[in-house]
């Protein structure tokens, strides 16, 4: 006969596939804690450019509604729209180190599995945000650099 | 009875068995890793190529800018410091590398962990990016001392030459 106390599910594998025999050690937990540390220092300075960037962005503003100088309001425009483009671009990063540090500091301290989880998540998408950010970089490089390359052949 | 102590072991947060959430952010984790660790071998040998042809590149530079009628006081002073400076990237270059060493470490044992489930390659795996991040720190707190030494360097320096 069967047994009718068990879970639904009890008979599935885990969630995408086998349990993987991968565990946390005490060594790991130490590493993820020193790594969340150095992790939160990088955060921490990321936030400090990002206030540098606001005090300019303030200044240029500023500058703006003075009128003073050569610069007209339509170069002003593109220099606070440059600066929020630049902002947002370390402020994603910065946000995502901060919230891995965050979590994996709560997660080695009180043994929470799910905010470590959150954490490596965090830690992923940083990885995956600069990797593509660097990728579009090197394929603009390469873009102008062929482009000279053909203007030099066309020549 | 062992499906339901398995199954509690799933929903305990205090179990200590890696869940498939984060082996799979670090499968992801460990190929950009590894990206991005080839990608500043690459700009590191780009540096390195640069700073051996330094001299000459300031050379040249001095040449263009004596020919137009543009001399350039810094780079005038960078080529009398040359072997100075060429030693101070030559040991920028070296940190870089020995640092993101670590990183490329960190990529290669992730994924031999997850692939073949070696418990060892996973403790090397974090201890390569702890010593990743701690390295990392460090040179960038020695960057920020250095920048700022430079600054108030450079503003003495104005203030004895203007005195």
Redesign the interface.
């Known amino acids: 006969m069967d047994n009718l106390?068990?879970?639904l599910?009890?008979?599935l594998p885990?969630?995408?596939?086998k349990?993987?025999?991968?565990?946390?050690?005490p060594?790991?937990r130490q590493?993820?804690h020193?790594?969340s540390r150095?992790?939160l220092?990088?955060a921490v300075?990321g936030f400090l450019y990002l206030g540098l960037l606001a005090f300019m962005l303030l200044s240029v503003a500023g500058l703006g509604t003075v009128g003073a100088g050569n610069f007209g309001g339509a170069e002003i425009a593109v220099l606070i729209f440059m600066m929020l483009f630049v902002g947002a671009f370390v402020f994603i990063p910065t946000w995502f180190m901060f919230q891995f540090s965050q979590k994996i500091q709560r997660g080695v301290s009180s043994?929470?599995?799910?905010a470590?989880?959150t954490g490596?998540?965090f830690?992923?998408r940083f990885?995956?945000f600069?990797?593509i950010l660097?990728?579009i970089v090197?394929g603009m490089y390469a873009l102008i650099f062929l482009l000279m390359l053909f203007g030099l052949m066309m020549r | 009875m062992e499906s339901l102590d398995h199954n509690f072991q799933q929903h305990n947060p205090n179990a200590s068995e890696t869940t498939w959430q984060m082996r799979q952010d670090w499968h992801t984790t460990a190929r950009w890793a590894r990206f991005l660790s080839i990608v500043s071998f690459v700009l590191s040998g780009i540096g390195l190529l640069f700073t051996l042809g330094f001299s000459t590149v300031l050379e040249q530079m001095m040449a263009i800018g004596n020919s137009t009628g543009m001399e350039n006081p810094m780079l005038e002073a960078m080529l009398n410091e040359k072997s100075i400076v060429t030693v101070f990237f030559l040991l920028l270059i070296g940190a870089q590398v020995a640092v993101n060493l670590f990183q490329f470490r960190f990529a290669g044992r992730l994924k031999d962990a997850l692939q073949f489930t070696d418990q060892q390659a996973l403790e090397e795996a974090w201890l390569n990016f702890s010593n990743f991040f701690k390295w990392s720190g460090i040179m960038v707190i020695a960057f920020i001392v250095v920048y700022f030494a430079f600054i108030i360097f450079f503003v003495a320096s104005l203030a004895t030459m203007g005195g």
């Not at chain 1, 043994?111 to 799910?114: I, K, L, Y």
């Open positions: 106390n068990q879970p599910d009890a008979d885990e969630a995408g596939g349990q993987s025999g991968l565990r946390i050690t060594s790991l590493n993820w020193i790594a150095w992790g220092f990088f300075l043994n929470d599995v799910q470590t989880q490596f998540t830690l992923r990885y995956q600069v990797g660097l990728a090197l």
